[in-house]
Each structure stands twice: as C-alpha cells, then as structure tokens.
C-alpha cells in the first residue's frame, strides 16, 4: 500500500545530510567486519518488518555468511541471524564512526 | 467428573513453583467455558506448546475474510475443564499493518467475528532471544487480561550458559512467568496448572511494576524490553556452536549447494519409490474391496453409484495420501530441524531469476506430489504478489496424478527403446521431457505474472535463521496425521460430490428403467457435442469424455477410458490395445501435452479460491492454463504429425 513512502530514521542521523551516497550501507561491510546501524532508507512496511527483528538504528550488526553462488547475505543482528538481498542489504545506512574493522 | 474441590490437579507431579496458582474461592462456580489465546513471535515455539496441550483435539479453520489460517482446540486437563485453546499467528507486535498482525488484534480485542474475546493468555517467547522477544510483551500486558508468560527453550538457554531472574520478571511484568521447554515438555504441567485455575476462577492482573511504552513504536518499544531484561538479570546464551558449525558445512560455497541437491533429490526420490508400493498396494485394496462389496449386493443402481460411482471415485484419490503423509513428513523434519530456511537461502538466487524468491521454493517442490499442500504451503511468503504468484505457478509441476494418465499413453505407444547408449530408455525420457516441460511452463507463467499483473517494485526477501534443532517424533507425526485429515477432508469432499455426479451423468438418462451405453449417455452427448472442438488436437469424443470427466481430478481419465472401451482398469494390456486403436501417435502426444498443462483438478481449484478469497484467480488460472493446454496440444499435434504417423 505505501510503498512509494520511505522510511529515513528518526534517530540521529550522525552523518552529514550532503554526503548520503558516501555512507556506508551494510552491503559495504566485509564478512565479519561490525557495523552500527544508522538508519534504514525503504519501504515502511520492510522498514518495520526488519526493525522488528532487530535492525535498529544504534545495533550492532556483522555479516556472518553469504549464500553460496553470490545470493543474499546472513547478518548477525540482536541475538539472531537474518538473511537480506544485496539490495535490501544497499538501503540500511552505518554510522561513520564505528565503520572500522574489527578483526 | 467435575469435582474442582481437588487442589493438587497431578498427584505424583510437583507443581511448577514459577506459576503462582490462583486459588479457588469456595463456592466459586467450577466449570466455565474459557478460551485463552497463545501469542508470540514467529519461532518462539508457539505451534509445539499448542500441540504440546491440546494434542489432536484441533481443528484448523479460517477467520472470516482473511487467508491467515487459525487453529483452536480443546486443551487436555485433568477433570475435562472446557479451556478452549486458540493459536494465534507468529507476530512481533500488535500495530495492525500486516494481516497476521490485524488477526491478532482483532482476536486479543473480542473484534474478532466468531471468536470470542480471550479470557487469558499464553505468551509465549523464546529465552534465547529474550532481549527482541520481550518487546511484545508490552502491547500484550496493557490488553490488562490474565497472562501467563513462557520462556521457551529454557534448556537451550541452561545449556549455552544463559540465566535469568523468573521472579524478578514476573513482579516486573506483574505477570506469572516461567522457564519452560515445550518440545521436552519441561513445565507444560504449570501451564495446564494456570489453565485449571483460570478455569475454576479468573484473577485480575496485577499492574505491572515497570512503566509500560506508551508510544509502540519499535526502537521505544526494544528499549523497554532492555530495560526489563537488565533488571530481570538477564545473561544472552552463548552462540549455538553447533549450528555455526553445521551452517559452516550447510551454507559452504562447493559443499552447500551440494547438500541441497542431495536433499532435494532425497526427497524427491522417496516420495515416489518409498510411496509406490504402498500407493499400488491401496490401488488393489480398493479394487478388491470393491469388488468384494459388489459381489454382496444386488447388481441394481445402487451398487453401481456405490461401487462405480463413490467408491472408485473416493479411492481413486485415497491413493494419493501415502505420497502426501510422506511428502509432510520430509517437509516436517526440513522444516523443524531449521534446514529449510538454508534452504531456502540457497534457492534464493536462482528463484530470483523467475521473479520469485527463496521462500517460493518449498512449495514448488510440494507440488510435484500434489498442488493442494504446495497451495497451502506458500502461508510462509508474507510477499502477497509473490505468494499468488506461486500459487499460480504451482499445477503447472508434474503432480502425481498425472502419472497415471502419463504411463497409459507413453505405455501405449511409445516403444521401449534404449537411446544414449542404454543409459535412458525411450519411455523414460518421454516421462522425464513431460517433467521438463512442465516446468518450464511454469517458470515462463511466473515471469510472465511477475512482469505484469504481479510486478512488485522490489520483492524483500528477509528470512529468519533459527539455529539447528531435532525435529521431535511428536511434533512430526501430529502435523502428519493432521496434514493427512486437512488432505482427506479437502480432496475427500469434493472428490466424493463429483463421483456422484459424474456417475449420475454416466448413467442418465435412463431407457425403459437401464442405463445407456455411455455413448448415448449426458456424459457421452457432452464428448459428442465437444468433440468439434477438439477434433483439430487429433482427439474423438471418446477421448473428450475422458477429457470431461477428468475435470475432477486427472487420473479419472483412465478409468473413464475404461469404462468407455469396456475394460477393466486392471487389465492395462487391453486398455493401451483400446486407445492405440482410437488415437494417432500425433493425437497421443497432443493429449499427454494437454495433461501437462491443463488445470483438471477441481481440489486444487477449491483451494486457490480459499487461498486467495475469491474466484477471480482461481478462474483466471483454469482458463489460462486450458489455453496453454490447447494451444500447446494443437502445436504438438501438428509438429508430431509430420514426423510420426
């Protein structure tokens, strides 16, 4: 139904509103690398969806394993693993600061 | 047997100290019918503690208006104390957006038409998980009904090292609460315990201690339930070290996808070899019997309708349910055991292709033993394009009725001939190429609705990994034995109606008191006055009235055929020896074509219309793939002409 609707999050945005297309999204993030979470950029209903199963601005979230032959990836997030497209995956926004790696 | 005087409702069990019992004032009225409504999240173990409690006292039915699936049943207590149990749909709050969210709403308010308003509930959430799974706590302690809280899978929560404070929660929620398992049925005994008392008598709630989120949106909300979980001294599990491990092997770049293929091939493969014996050993017992019953009775119309009309009929259909228990059964353990949502994941690239997505998979696969439980299996796409899509797509797989009418024609004509050097024989490839065929319709249909009538801007697909588990016997053989009834009932019912009637249509009308010959029957004058129409795919009326009577379900062909050439089904040699007579090689590829594509199964019609609550799909479906049908036929009837006379 509101499809065309997005979502940005409400919770401080952190980075500056001019360099949206530089952030970091959780398609950008190497396996096992961490990431906290900013904001989600999609549908409100997908939005929502993916709030509830933990992807919240301020979580940390780490990929933990990619479908063989290149499909969605597994991410780590709130105690549970969860599997989202590479476009879906595009559209979750990181917070600048905590982009480092974590090996 | 209705004493409630009794306070210990299990001798020999201690109480679960955890649930505090409300106690039974004296005099209170002991018996009154209660429901109470079991909420919580998607993989909380919702469904296992509902059968845990009501075994196969359920029954599964539709809430009026909305595809979401419900089931209710009696809960089995001591002294029979009528606590009617309702299983609510997975949900992670109660905003009513999604239709499962707005069921459950409706059903926890009293809107719910039909349904009564709770009198209590269970919430249930898993204790591995407790920090996301206590946020739908919230919405449901300020419904300020009775609630017993579980945490589930306590054992898994002991075993990685997990703790936490029950008491403390309990006085924070101002609810009971309890550590349970409801696969090993740790505390299930406490439960029917708070069951038992808030039949004997309802105690209010008390008021939470902790201040409930005003605001339900979901960070406020997850924000709360850390809060609570802190004060509840809340210790999160370790990590399942076995299912990293097992995902390490499972979802492997070379190993995973090997698996798979290994799984599907498995089930694939056992669900026609395993199923086969058992299935021709029914297909004989109800010939047998048949003929045992019609040798009792007088050979008068009445046998007839028994034995010719309702009982090949039904059987015809019966036969069919060793496949589909068993075809349950592998989806059962794939899809406890927590492999199917790898599975899925896998699948999901190459399903993405046609449009769909991984979750699509599963039901897909159902639908090579029957479409009506891979129709009911697509529940697990929340996508609702995506779903209707797959429900479209799924008669197109090469069902199991369709062997039959398969085995007589390539039986019948095609010559067993080894081709690649004996590897396959000719017949075989015919068979497999039939499969082939089917498929590629389908995944063509589906690109076709996916760019068009069911384009969706991006398809999401977002799939919940829940760690590895033993699929337990218990939880196995009740969704057989309960998938099996859903299957008897459906088909049973609609199948035995149309035997009646076709029967009724072979025998009418009647001439100086005899039926007529089937030529000169309704059944005959439709395949007469049809028989224009299909003259150009290379087929007679004969093979119309087949035609006909196979809108039933497939297989009916056969024993129309049968009927027509006057030959028992039994005797296989003399029915091919009939219809090579009476069809060109030409027409025979036309009709197996026509069978591959064509929708002649009113069960699976009954069920696209429940499932998508209405006939436009269901009719839209029938007449486009009867065009395929046609359309497919007459090429293959002309191409094959040319070739092959």
């Not at chain 2, 946020?135 to 090292?161: C, E, F, Q, Y």
């Not at chain 2, 290994?262 to 493969?269: H, N, R």
């Not at chain 2, 004989?284 to 046998?303: E, K, M």
């Not at chain 2, 119309?544 to 055929?561: D, F, K, N, P, Q």
Request: aromatic share 6%.
């Amino acid at each position: 139904m509101n499809f065309k609707k997005s979502l940005a999050s409400q919770v401080n945005g952190g980075g500056p509103v001019d360099g949206r297309h530089e952030a970091r999204t959780l398609a950008d993030l190497r396996m096992g690398e961490r990431g906290i979470l900013d904001r989600l950029d999609l549908p409100e209903d997908l939005a929502r969806r993916l709030m509830e199963l933990g992807f919240l601005p301020g979580h940390e979230i780490i990929p933990a394993r990619r479908a063989p032959g290149g499909g969605p990836r597994v991410f780590r997030v709130d105690g549970s693993e969860v599997a989202l497209r590479r476009d879906t995956a595009a559209r979750l926004y990181l917070r600048a600061k905590s982009s480092r790696s974590d090996t | 047997m209705s004493s409630c005087h009794q306070d210990s409702p299990s001798i020999g069990l201690l109480p679960n100290p955890n649930i505090p019992i409300p106690r039974t004032t004296p005099g209170s009225p002991g018996q009154r019918e209660i429901t109470v409504a079991i909420v919580g999240p998607p993989n909380s173990g919702k469904s296992t503690l509902f059968n845990r409690l009501t075994g196969l006292r359920q029954k599964v039915a539709n809430f009026p208006g909305v595809t979401v699936e419900h089931r209710s049943g009696l809960a089995k207590l001591k002294d029979r104390h009528p606590v009617t149990l309702v299983d609510l749909p997975g949900v992670y709050s109660l905003e009513p957006r999604s239709e499962d969210e707005r069921v459950s709403h409706d059903v926890l308010r009293g809107a719910m038409p039909g349904t009564p308003k709770p009198d209590a509930i269970i919430l249930i959430l898993d204790s591995t998980n407790l920090g996301r799974h206590l946020v739908l706590a919230a919405p449901i302690i300020s419904l300020g009904l009775p609630t017993l809280v579980l945490l589930n899978m306590a054992d898994d929560l002991a075993l990685r090292g997990g703790s936490v404070d029950v008491a403390q929660l309990a006085a924070d929620l101002g609810a009971p609460v309890a550590l349970i398992s409801a696969a090993k049925g740790t505390g299930v005994d406490g439960i029917q315990q708070f069951l038992v008392a808030t039949a004997v008598s309802l105690t209010a709630p008390k008021r939470p201690r902790v201040e409930l989120p005003v605001l339900q949106d979901v960070p406020k909300c997850r924000q709360w339930a850390t809060k609570l979980g802190e004060s509840a001294a809340y210790r999160p599990p370790a990590p399942p070290l076995w299912t990293r491990r097992l995902d390490a092997v499972f979802l492997h770049p070379v190993a995973g996808p090997l698996v798979f293929v290994a799984v599907v091939v498995a089930v694939f493969q056992s669900i026609f070899s395993w199923a086969k014996p058992i299935m021709d050993g029914l297909t004989s017992l109800v010939g047998i019997t048949g003929h045992w019953i019609g040798a009792q009775l007088p050979d008068n119309l009445f046998r007839s309708l028994l034995i010719d009309g309702i009982w090949s009929g039904v059987g015809a259909v019966v036969v069919f349910l060793p496949q589909i228990l068993l075809l349950f059964l592998f989806i059962g353990i794939l899809e406890d055991s927590g492999y199917l949502a790898r599975a899925a994941l896998i699948a999901d690239r190459t399903m993405a292709k046609f449009g769909l997505q991984g979750k699509s998979f599963i039901p897909l696969l159902s639908a090579y033993a029957c479409a009506v439980p891979a129709i009911m299996a697509t529940r697990v796409i929340e996508n609702k394009r995506d779903r209707t899509a797959t429900m479209l797509i799924a008669p197109l797989m090469t069902c199991s009725a369709r062997l039959p009418v398969y085995t007589l024609i390539i039986a019948a004509f095609v010559p067993n001939l080894p081709i690649l050097g004996g590897v396959f024989s000719l017949p075989a490839a015919t068979m497999l190429s039939l499969y082939v065929l089917g498929f590629l319709a389908a995944v063509l249909t589906a690109r076709l609705l996916k760019s068009t009538v069911l384009k969706s801007r991006s398809t999401a697909l977002v799939l919940e990994m829940p760690p590895y588990r033993w699929p337990t016997v218990r939880s196995l053989s009740l969704r057989v034995v309960d998938r099996g009834r859903v299957f008897l009932h459906r088909a049973g019912t609609v199948i035995l109606l149309v035997a009646v009637v076709m029967w009724a249509l072979e025998h009418l009308p009647m001439k100086h008191g005899k039926s007529p010959d089937i030529e000169h029957s309704y059944v005959g004058m439709v395949g007469k006055a049809v028989e224009p129409a299909i003259k150009p795919l290379g087929f007679n009326w004969k093979i119309g009235v087949g035609l006909i009577t196979s809108l039933a379900a497939r297989e009916v062909i056969v024993g129309t055929l049968g009927t027509i050439y006057g030959v028992g089904e039994g005797e296989s040699g003399g029915l091919q020896t009939a219809v090579r007579r009476d069809l060109s090689p030409a027409g025979a590829v036309a009709l197996l074509v026509f069978f591959a594509f064509a929708l002649q199964c009113f069960s699976t019609i009954a069920v696209i219309k429940r499932e998508t609550g209405g006939w436009k799909w269901p009719i839209a479906q029938f007449s486009y793939m009867l065009a395929l049908a046609y359309v497919g036929a007459l090429a293959a009837y002309r191409i094959t002409g040319h070739f092959w006379h």
